[in-house]
């Protein structure tokens, strides 16, 4: 694997482009399903931006960036989809968001799995899948 240093604003903005895909594969709109190679990618980038020497180690804010990925995404789309609803009509939006939430937490989880396997697992801090999930817990259940 190659280890080369990317910047956080360059890194990050690969990273979105990822998230959009899967938000888009989420949403039903025409996307391609992800490539081996696409993924590899993905994975590469967060690789490469959390195996430097301080101050190119940007696992922290890889790590809030993960977490502030979910929230702007249950803000801007989940949220809205579910005020617009009512009734048994709000409970099955309810019951189709949360089994995309799972999905795109499987899904990133998997894009970020190296900070889990180590920065996650040193500090001892909620794990990206439980950070994912009491998201959607906080946002919209509360």
Known sequence: MENKAIGLDKG????????????????????????????????????????????HDHSQQLYDKYREAFEEYITSTVLPSLREKHDEFMLRELVQRWANHKVMVRWLSRFFHYLDRYFIARRSLPTLNEVGLTCFRDLVCY
Do not use: A
């Open 12 to 55: 990050w903005d690969y990273m979105q482009k990822g998230i959009t895909k899967l938000k888009r594969i989420l949403e039903g709109l025409p996307e391609p399903p992800f490539t081996s190679e696409e993924y590899m990618m993905l994975y590469t980038t967060i690789y490469n931006m959390c195996t430097q020497k301080p101050p």
